[in-house]
């Protein structure tokens, strides 16, 4: 009966060590917690800001394109004007003198 009454308080030491232990580790839970809430938030924060800064670069990269295709385009349309000027210009000339002569001679 000694033994098992031994054992029995060898036991319960071992179980309220245990205990103590879990109550050690709960008090420190709190703590672990707000660790890792802040470790959690800064990896998200870091790998938000390394997908809006992706983003930025390919907007950027878009608008990038867009400048220079509008700006392509400009001067195709610039020089198609300057071209029609140069073939039709002297015939506008004639065209308006003529229309000026005509309209003051006719009144």
Known sequence: MASIISQVTDL????????KEL???????????REQKKTLSQKLESESRAQ???RK???ENGI???KN???I???KALKELEKYNRDFKEKWI???YHQCVFDYLEE
């Open 73 to 75: 385009d400009l001067e």
């Open 64 to 66: 990038k394109g867009a």
């Open 69 to 71: 295709s509008a700006k």
């Open 57 to 59: 670069r390919e907007i």
């Open 23 to 33: 109550e050690t580790v709960k008090e420190k839970l709190p703590e672990f917690l």
């Open 12 to 19: 319960d030491r071992i179980m309220r060590l245990k205990v």
């Open 94 to 96: 004639d065209e308006i």
């Open 52 to 54: 809006i800064n992706a």
